[in-house]
């Protein structure tokens, strides 16, 4: 059982177009159990930035290979703090990035990122 958590809809977790990987939106959904086990925005980036980790072995990247990515948070009265983890994860040269505020997230979740990788 790959700890990759199952898309949640008719959609690829990624897919690849030349050089690139294009990556769906990633949720704080643990791999093995299906659901959001964080409460707090944190807790939840981290497990969002470590299904993106699975991710990377999965096609023989790391996290420098990231180019762009994408954030959405339901408040962003936690940004600060989605930073904070977000950061930790990338060594050398961060992505471009955009992120926004929106209503609500699949799951109730408090965060999601879609990224793009270059091979």
């Known amino acids: 059982m790959s700890k990759i958590p ?19 939106g990633q949720l704080p959904v643990n791999g093995m159990t299906g659901e959001i086990e964080a409460t707090d925005i944190k807790g939840q980036t981290k497990q969002v930035m470590e299904n993106i980790q699975l991710i990377l072995n999965e096609v023989g990247a790391n ?42 997230l699949p799951k109730g979740a408090l965060v999601e990122i879609e990224f793009i990788i270059k091979k």
């Open 63 to 104: 996290f420098d290979q990231i180019v762009k990515t994408t954030c959405f948070l339901t408040d962003f009265s936690g940004f600060v703090s989605f930073n904070e983890v977000y950061g930790e994860y990338f060594t050398g040269e961060c992505p471009a990035r955009s992120a926004f505020q929106v209503s609500a």
């Open 6 to 24: 199952a898309a949640i809809g008719p959609y690829s977790t990624y897919r690849e177009a030349g050089d690139l990987i294009f990556v769906s």
